[in-house]
DNA sequence: CGAAAGTCTTGACGACTGTCAAGATTTCTC
DNA sequence: GAGAAATCTTGACAGTCGTCAAGACTTTCG
């Protein structure tokens, strides 16, 4: 009985494999959205046939959910770094806003994809699940760099986690629908605009923030 | 030569049917969204039959782009009110507060649809038009409300147009997102934190804002 | 009333979709 | 190298989709 089941030789190959074939769905799936990338076009672009994905994913849906969970995985990562070689407030700040403009440059099409899977999950509810563990992922993510910017700076986040990621995850996607549109011009308006923002985000005497809810 | 050219008599029979399909089909499109909702569900919740649309409107697009288009323009109208019947900032900031919390929670599929629409534009160059047109319209309300909120506390916007709209949008989306995922707890904390957050939208004093970028 | 114009329903079309089974091909094991 | 297991290709399936044409029904108007 062949398939994904009961795995002798190094089932390392297989997860190889599995991943291969998710990265390069991951173009079609980034070009074409959601809903309008069918696994034969998937397959086209790239070394697979279209009948192989139900060899190591069970549907659709498992793949799409695999192929986003893994991207995005792997995109939240990328700002530890930023976190860990900023000595200064300044450095962190200058860090982050580089590292978002250049995966908003680098990575449009995964962004568009994220957007979309996220969306999507408001009509889907069997993507609820891993469109609200990755908004979780990029919430700690902004969470972690506020924090460590407060620390730098000598004062506290002025918002909950929850807002802070709001308002950022905001001007992020207004720049990437500017991007998207061929405005490329917004990519140093982030730049810029993070700049001024993160020190609004804490507190260092007793100016009040945002209160938090509940 | 029947069809939606040469109309003789009332032309408004024609424009009110057209209006009607087209409320009858943002049942369907709020509920299944832009990709899935096809053109028999649409016709099989409403009283007309699935043939009728290429009657009315010359293809599926078309006829999404008039829906949403529609709906929103009405939508972005009813803060006009608010603006206008305010006296004071707080009232203001209130009823602001209040209205985007009542259409979060009434409109709830409509709003879905409209991100849906505004996500498929970076997919869709179609939709482009008809996306950037309404993400104008939205920054233009956030922006008289804001400009009305300091004219009222005697002070300037701090931030412009666009970042005070994609900061309040991203907030309103994470709020619908939590609405849809049955999290209604989420309406009061938005309302708590658009009061809270407006006074830091405006300049009364010597404190800087945040920069215009370019 | 009766003809003409407007409105709507029905059924069909080709194209496309996810899925899966049958078998070809490759890889591994003894 | 033979046989078995794993991997992959191909082709077909049942469904759905947007579109449209043919004609039925309704309204308008002389």
Redesign the pocket.
Known sequence: ????A????PAE??DE?RRA?AESALITLGELGYA??????I?NNS???????????????E?IVFCVREQKSGCVRRYDDVIAGSATPEELVAGFADKLVETLATDTAMHRLWYDVRTQSMFEERLREVAEEIDGWLEDMVWRIVSRYAELAGGVPAMPASVLYAIVDGLFQQALIGVSAGRHEVLGELRTLVHGLLPTMITTDVTPGVPTPA
């Open positions: 009985m062949p398939g994904p009961a795995r002798k030789p190959k297989y494999r074939l309008k990338a069918s696994l034969r076009e397959a070394d697979f046939s279209h009948g192989v994905v139900h060899y190591y994913f069970q549907d659709k849906h793949l």
